[in-house]
């Protein structure tokens, strides 16, 4: 592949515009378009459409552009360092997905082993559904997935599922809720779980991995709290709940961790309520040390109270 063909379908779409990108280019527009026609068909897929007066990357143009951003900032790095007369070695890369039903504070709590390293690496973390996830772990854009669910068989992707811990759920009210319900903290705890019926409750999504759980406990306790309102974010679930909204589930590991900083009270933990949480990786045996320092931390330490 000419990568001066790469750089000019980078720099289009950063200018938003074959005009725009042939000015900084200074070359012409013509030129440049036959630039990238070239390398559309080294890469056998229209990388650009036309949208307006501008362009924008196709899907095949998207997922281009990361692998170009990537290569063109490294190369940039590496030129100021050389300029820079800078000896220092550049930190690593480490690439860590998370399923977005993951909860936040799991997710820095399972990353934070690998900031201990030395050299500590620089983190990416982006985060989407298990099968969007999955398709980058298989284009080896991240090297590592964490999920609240093993890996299905259905999605056409070899890997590994790896169990990093179990954690039981725990139900948090702020003093607002069970004021505004005519109970105390004594009360919502000494009649846990039957004091729920009295509260309005958040839930993750019906899409969740932990919703079904919940709502199956629920059932078998004969519990029907009204459900106030269901959310994909659990940070956002959190931020509601912190307002006096509803009852919520979160992980008991973290129950210290959410009392102290949303300001909210554990009203119990039922022993039969547990969330399960999972690495994927592309090989079966890990050897990335930042992989590694994650796995081994998260199974010894964070999930080691259960």
Known sequence: MNYKHLHYFWTVVRAGGVLRASEQLHLSAQTLSGQINLLEERLGTPLL???????????AGQMVMQYADEIFTLGQEMEDALRGGRAAPRAPLLKVGFVDSVSKGIAYHVL??????NPAPRLHCPEGTLPALMAQLALRRVDLVVSDVPLPGNLGVKAFTHLLGRSGIAFFASEKLLA?????????RAKFPQSLNAMPMLLPGTDSA????????LRRHGLAPQIAGEFEDSALMKAFGREGLGVFPAPAVLAREISRQLEVERLGAPDDLVEEFYAISIERKITHPGVAAITQTARSELFAQR
């Open 49 to 59: 459409r036309k949208v307006g007066r501008g362009v924008e990357p196709t899907q």
């Open 112 to 117: 934070e082993p690998a900031l201990r390293l």
């Open 180 to 188: 505004s319900c005519s109970m105390n903290l004594r009360q919502a």
């Open 210 to 217: 932990l919703r079904p759980r919940v709502d199956g406990w």
